[in-house]
T-cell receptor, first 114, second 111 residues
Framework: DQQVKQNSPSLSVQEGRISILNCDYT??????FLWYKKYPAEGPTFLIS?????DKNEDGRFTVFLNKSAKHLSLHIVPSQPGDSAVYFC?????????????FGTGTRLKVLA | DVKVTQSSRYLVKRTGEKVFLECVQD?????MFWYRQDPGLGLRLIYF???????EKGDIPEGYSVSREKKERFSLILESASTNQTSMYLC??????????FGSGTRLTVV
């Protein structure tokens, strides 16, 4: 059973426009969320995080929004750039065994068109 | 900067071979993880370890084992490689509640 879902496998956006990547989760115990970006043949790199006590976190062109009642988070990239073309994974966790163990979504492949 | 190093970028092994994937981190992180990435399935947790000699099963541990004899090193072992274990394997480490730092991945092909 997929606890973290990214229902859009791919997304194409024109350069300069906004990219919105969505993520849904089912476990109400999740209290920390991350977004990672992954280029082909490389490991994922951390992008931005949000804790369940917040509903928004911004870092430059990247903003993550959390709607706890809907169990939904989204990543906004404004403005989108060709270098943003990558696979984006959302991840959610709750503390278990004394540490945070993240469950990842299936990823959304973003293509930013020049 | 935290560095997580996976010993091989690409590996080709034969069915039935015992395969070792090595991962080393240099920032004294307590937690280490092994994931595999497959198209349409995302990243799935195989095993993790929150201390030396401690290990816990993730979501898909079947056919795998792990070893953590030293804090900085976490090894993934495929006891008898099969073609359905062809995948991208990603090692990660973390300190307490922070996010992971991933290695560059090992693309394993089992023929």
């Amino acid at each position: 059973d997929q606890q973290v879902k990214q229902n859009s496998p791919s997304l194409s956006v024109q350069e300069g426009r906004i990219s919105i990547l969505n993520c849904d989760y089912t476990n109400s115990m999740f209290d920390y969320f991350l977004w990672y970006k992954k280029y082909p043949a490389e490991g994922p790199t951390f992008l931005i995080s949000i804790s369940s006590i917040k509903d928004k976190n911004e870092d430059g062109r990247f903003t993550v929004f959390l709607n706890k009642s809907a169990k939904h988070l989204s990543l906004h990239i404004v403005p989108s750039q060709p270098g943003d073309s990558a696979v984006y994974f959302c991840a959610a966790s709750a503390k278990t065994s004394g540490t945070y163990k993240y469950i990842f979504g299936t990823g959304t492949r973003l293509k930013v068109l020049a | 900067d935290v560095k997580v190093t996976q010993s091989s970028r690409y590996l080709v092994k034969r069915t039935g071979e015992k395969v070792f994937l090595e991962c080393v981190q240099d920032m004294d992180h307590e937690n280490m993880f092994w994931y595999r990435q497959d198209p349409g399935l995302g990243l799935r947790l195989i095993y993790f370890s929150y201390d030396v000699k401690m290990k816990e099963k993730g979501d898909i541990p079947e056919g795998y084992s792990v070893s953590r004899e030293k804090k900085e090193r976490f090894s993934l072992i495929l006891e008898s490689a099969s073609t359905n274990q062809t995948s991208m394997y990603l090692c990660a480490s973390s300190r307490h509640s922070y996010g992971y730092t991933f290695g560059s991945g090992t693309r394993l092909t089992v023929v």
